[in-house]
T-cell receptor, first 111, second 115 residues
Framework: SQQGEEDPQALSIQEGENATMNCSYK?????LQWYRQNSGRGLVHLIL?????REKHSGRLRVTLDTSKKSSSLLITASRAADTASYFC???????????FGQGTELSVKP | EAGVAQSPRYKIIEKRQSVAFWCNPI?????LYWYQQILGQGPKLLIQ????????DSQLPKDRFSAERLKGVDSTLKIQPAKLEDSAVYLC?????????????FGPGTRLLVL
């Protein structure tokens, strides 16, 4: 079974709005990563947050991590049509390397 | 820097046939992964190599799937015989090393349709 569960499964917003996606996981982790997948393409790494971090920023991305609730959120501010993609959270096992992906959130940004 | 290369990009076969996918990771990357991504789901790890050794193949259906990474560079994933439920995108990824937190770089994937 997959480690992470994302919410919502699909999200549709207008350009310029903010998009928030949530991820919950089951077991303790070293790190949590977020990836983006454009239709028909491979995954692209967006950001990594370590288990001892609570918040991280990268450009228009803001990621939070709450290890007590075993949850993370990804916020994309001032969204653009080019942000239309599926977003996945992935957690790694304590022994390293292996990533467990959630089912993803499909984001649609309308111009 | 060249990314992860995969071929073919698309493959259509009939059930019970065999198929092979090829992956060339980023130069210098010791760790290579094969994932299966069924439509509407996240990628699921099938097998993980460190150089030419298998680190984790716990989710590889070994009765029909096999993979190798000879010489610790390129890798092939084979399905024999294929079933309808093997229809999916097969993604190859590589990372510098095995350590937790290493970024994985993904190829474009091979989309397999089993009829």
């Amino acid at each position: 079974s997959q480690q992470g569960e994302e919410d919502p499964q699909a999200l549709s917003i207008q350009e310029g709005e903010n998009a928030t996606m949530n991820c919950s996981y089951k077991t303790s982790i070293n790190n949590l990563q977020w990836y983006r997948q454009n239709s028909g393409r491979g995954l692209v790494h967006l950001i990594l947050i370590r288990s001892n971090e609570r918040e991280k920023h990268s450009g228009r991305l803001r990621v939070t991590l709450d290890t007590s609730k075993k949850s993370s959120s990804l916020l994309i501010t001032a969204s653009r049509a080019a942000d239309t993609a599926s977003y996945f959270c992935a957690t790694d096992w304590p022994q390293g390397g292996k990533l467990i992906f959630g089912q993803g959130t499909e984001l649609s940004v309308k111009p | 820097e060249a990314g992860v290369a995969q071929s073919p990009r698309y493959k259509i076969i009939e059930k019970r046939q065999s198929v092979a996918f090829w992956c060339n990771p980023i130069s210098g990357h010791a760790t290579l992964y094969w994932y299966q991504q069924i439509l509407g789901q996240g990628p699921k790890l099938l097998i993980q190599f460190q150089n030419n050794g298998v680190v984790d193949d716990s989710q590889l259906p070994k009765d029909r799937f096999s993979a190798e990474r000879l010489k610790g560079v390129d890798s092939t994933l084979k399905i024999q015989p294929a079933k309808l439920e093997d229809s999916a995108v097969y993604l190859c990824a590589s990372s510098l090393d095995l350590a937790a937190g290493e970024t994985q770089y993904f190829g474009p994937g091979t989309r397999l349709l089993v009829l």
